[in-house]
């Protein structure tokens, strides 16, 4: 039967196909600053938002691969960005994406963020609409915030552009928040970061006693280089029930109430697939690439490296440790680490335990670390594998090179 659902829904593409353009644009409307045509890139930059940044996702269906090689169902986002309005929804069709696509910012943009729900073509009796909920951001007005208790939700056929002044740094997530358990589960969760004010400095800026150069990055504003570092991973840690996505795909109400997760992922995938550097093949009942986001970590010998860990998890907390190098925690739940009158509180771990809804920002500094393969894994044991299959799951490695 599930095969068989699979083809039928399939088969409604052709067919969507043959709508009329005009049709298919009437509900795509994306608002940007400077954007002329519609595709949510600034052609002429607004004087008024010199700091605007545009993006535009569509919110489906799809499919993605585990590493033992079983294909879920899957709710997801896909980067429209750039497409036109009367393309937009076929190239949104079964494109969900595992994780979102990650959003990166600078604080003091303003992001106008077009949200089009292009509707589930293998449940097309969904009409469920969609969010998206910038977890732990201070947001100036709740009808941007994306709970459906305060705030507008994006019926399927239409868009809606959500605005946000981004004022704070550090590492952030975002997911559907309508029926939140279910499209979590389901695969509705992103990176999301924002880099300081502090990387723009004037080249040669004294920090108190640190002299910043131009290139440098940082946590936050930390005043005094503390939280520098070279190169940045974002690390999102999260698991499905592949029961309760084969339940959704079917037609069958999903067992909330027996949420029991067997493939724990980073970044949407399992270990081998994790240290996969390139895009996972195409979904073999779609054609769609929805996994896009490698969790390859290299990082050159000497080189401190910016670990941004956060958990999108429904149903449980993870513990996640490295093998010989330790981490310096910086931020948690995008807050610097530094008690009340600045002094600061970071600490040095080899594991890190989060929940859902949480973020850590840690620092590993390779400088005297010798080369090699380390290992950054779950030591929930039994989350070390893919499902049945055992040597996978919650795993990657860091390269020193």
């Known amino acids: 039967m599930n095969r068989m659902l699979r083809t039928a829904a399939l088969m409604l593409v052709p067919a969507l196909a043959l709508l009329p353009s005009a049709s298919a644009s009437a509900s795509v409307f994306v608002q940007c600053p400077g954007d002329t045509d519609g595709d949510a890139i600034i052609d002429h930059p607004d004087p008024d938002h010199p700091h605007a940044k545009c993006m535009h996702l569509a919110a489906g269906d799809g499919y993605a691969w585990m590493a033992d090689g079983s294909e879920l169902y899957v709710f997801g986002f896909h980067d429209v960005t750039g497409v036109p309005p009367e393309h937009v929804m076929m190239a949104g069709m079964l494109a969900g994406q595992v994780p979102a696509p990650t959003i990166t910012l600078d604080e003091g943009d303003e992001l106008y963020l077009t949200v089009t729900n292009v509707g589930m073509v293998v449940r097309s009796d969904l009409n469920d609409p969609h969010t998206v909920h910038f977890h732990g951001f201070p947001n100036a007005a709740s009808v941007f915030d994306g709970v459906p208790d305060a705030s507008l939700a994006v019926n399927m056929m239409s868009s809606y552009t959500y605005y946000y002044h981004v004022v704070v740094p550090g590492t952030f997530m975002y997911h559907c928040h309508v029926e939140a358990t279910e499209h979590m589960q389901m695969g509705m969760l992103g990176n999301l970061y924002v880099r300081p004010r502090q990387n723009r400095l004037p080249d040669g800026t004294d920090l108190n006693g640190f002299t910043h150069h131009t290139g440098n990055k940082y946590v936050f504003n930390d005043g005094d280089g503390s939280t520098r570092y070279d190169v940045e991973f974002p690390i999102q840690l999260g698991s499905f029930d592949a029961y309760f996505h084969v339940m959704d795909e079917t037609f069958q109400p999903p067992p909330f109430a027996a949420l029991h997760d067997d493939y724990a992922l980073i970044n949407g995938r399992g270990y081998p697939d994790t240290v996969n550097p390139n895009p996972l093949p195409p979904s073999a009942t779609t054609g769609r690439v929805s996994q896009q986001t490698s969790s390859l970590i290299t990082v050159d010998q000497g080189q401190r490296l910016l670990l941004r860990i956060s958990n999108l998890n429904v149903t449980r907390f993870y513990t996640v440790r490295t093998s010989g ?67 996978g799951g919650m795993m990657t490695e860091i390269i020193v090179q």
């Open 325 to 391: 190098l330790p981490l310096l925690v910086v931020g948690i739940d995008a807050k610097p680490l530094r008690g009340p009158t600045g002094v600061t509180e970071y600490y040095t771990t080899h594991s890190l335990t989060t929940g859902g809804g949480q973020a850590i920002d840690a620092i590993i500094d390779t400088t005297g670390v010798p080369k090699g393969t380390y290992f950054l894994y779950t030591s929930n044991l039994n989350y070390l594998s893919n499902s049945q299959e055992d040597f």
